[in-house]
């Protein structure tokens, strides 16, 4: 099966570092994606991680821990504009490129 | 980037009639495409996978009858949500996968069954 899990909601201030989970039991994994979705918009592509370890793209950082099923997305000097949810998917193995998403995490800025 | 267009970006029907979604990958050739269904403060549930020129593959609980997807083309897949019902109202969402691992998405179509 696929269990993949985030926390809700999550509030940080403007300026500030927040870090969002994600921890999975997923029957196969093939590696780990990040996508921020505004509301009522389509999911934008963040990250992806496929071997261990912290892969860092400008405020943006992700991290995976194969072994733990873990991983989490690092957000730095937050903005105003980075109010959103924010998915994490785990690929599956096999073709097609399938991917099973998180329950997503709410993000709030607050100045 | 690459680009995927949905049209119509909104859609509202009467109960019992059908409605058909169009996807397009405006600036590469798509040999996947996904069909995902989004209910209010929810992620992004799966519902089928498409490549054309096949039949698509329905995830469990996804009725295939209902549900209708057709891609013609490397460009384009149309999903038809036959004898729409009230429950069928949510943000529906396509995606596309060329050669790389990454999946471009769509902006999305709000269907709401009246």
């Known amino acids: 099966g696929q269990n993949i899990d985030q926390p809700t909601e999550m509030t940080a201030t403007e300026g500030a570092i927040v870090q969002i989970n994600c921890t999975y039991q997923?029957?196969?994994?093939?590696?780990l994606f990040w996508y921020q979705q505004h509301a009522g918009e389509a999911p934008t592509f963040l990250s992806y991680n496929v071997l261990d370890g912290l892969e860092e793209k400008g405020r943006f950082s992700s991290f995976l821990s194969r072994s733990k099923g873990y991983s989490y997305l690092l957000l730095k000097e937050l903005q105003m504009k980075d109010s959103a949810s924010y998915l994490c998917a785990v690929k599956r193995p096999g073709g097609y490129q399938k991917v099973t998403f998180g329950t997503g995490t709410k993000l709030q800025v607050i100045p | 980037g690459a680009v995927v267009s949905q049209h119509p970006s909104w859609v509202i029907c009467k109960s019992g009639t059908s409605v058909k979604i169009e996807c397009r990958s405006l600036?590469?050739?798509?040999?996947?495409m996904f069909w995902y269904r989004q209910f209010p403060k929810q992620s992004l549930m799966l519902m089928a996978t498409s490549n054309e020129g096949s039949k698509a593959t329905y995830e469990q609980g996804v009725e295939k009858d209902k549900f209708l997807i057709n891609h013609a083309s490397l460009t384009l897949s149309t999903l038809t949500v036959t004898s729409a019902h009230p429950e069928d109202s949510s943000f529906y969402i396509c995606?596309?996968?060329?050669?790389?691992?990454?999946?471009?998405f769509g902006p999305g179509t709000r269907l709401t069954v009246t």
């Open positions: 600036d590469f050739q798509a040999t996947t």
């Open positions: 995606s596309a996968s060329g050669s790389s691992y990454e999946q471009y």
């Open positions: 997923t029957s196969g994994f093939n590696g």
